[in-house]
């Protein structure tokens, strides 16, 4: 199963409220109470998103979170490699070098274009597409022209 750790689960709950609050700065503690998590768990998923680039923090008495750049332009694949890394399916969907069995395994191309697939859908849906509470209507189709499987598989 691929699953997401509860903690890029807690990153998109909070960014979500931010993106949908998005006229003042956020304190931790106050987002922690609006989103019904514990206040370490916010400060410690807000650390990784500020060192990310994904929020920014503002010291002082008015201080708080906000998002770094529009919510329309931070996608679920940001968030993901924020808390988790890279999005790939293996080592060498992403970092060539990586596997001692590149040579012989005979499916890493195609693992590449899973790993192609999935991080280019996570890039279709933005923040603003996660902050909406509208169920997002994701297309029947992969936007990815490029990706194409060997005629015997087809």
């Known amino acids: 199963m691929l699953k997401l750790s509860r903690l890029t689960d807690y990153a998109a709950v909070v960014m979500a409220w931010i993106a949908r609050h998005p006229d003042r700065p956020h304190p931790a503690a106050d987002l922690a109470e609006a989103v019904s998590l514990p ?12 060192r990310a680039g994904l929020v920014t923090s503002v010291r002082g008495a008015q ?3 906000r998002l770094a750049r529009p919510a329309s332009r931070i ?13 790939a399916m293996t080592e060498c969907s992403h970092d060539e070098g990586d596997c001692e069995l ?17 991080r280019t859908l996570l890039e279709s849906v933005t923040l603003a597409h996660l902050a909406d509470t509208a169920p997002l209507k994701l297309p029947v189709r992969l936007p990815i022209q490029s990706i194409s499987l060997p005629a015997a598989m087809a």
């Open 102 to 118: 590149l040579d012989t395994c005979g499916v890493a191309d195609n693992w590449q274009r899973v790993s192609l697939a999935i």
């Open 75 to 87: 996608t679920a694949a940001d968030i993901i490699a924020a808390m988790e890394g890279p999005v």
């Open 39 to 50: 206040a370490p768990t916010v400060r410690k998923t807000l650390k990784m998103l500020v």
């Open 63 to 65: 201080g708080g979170y």
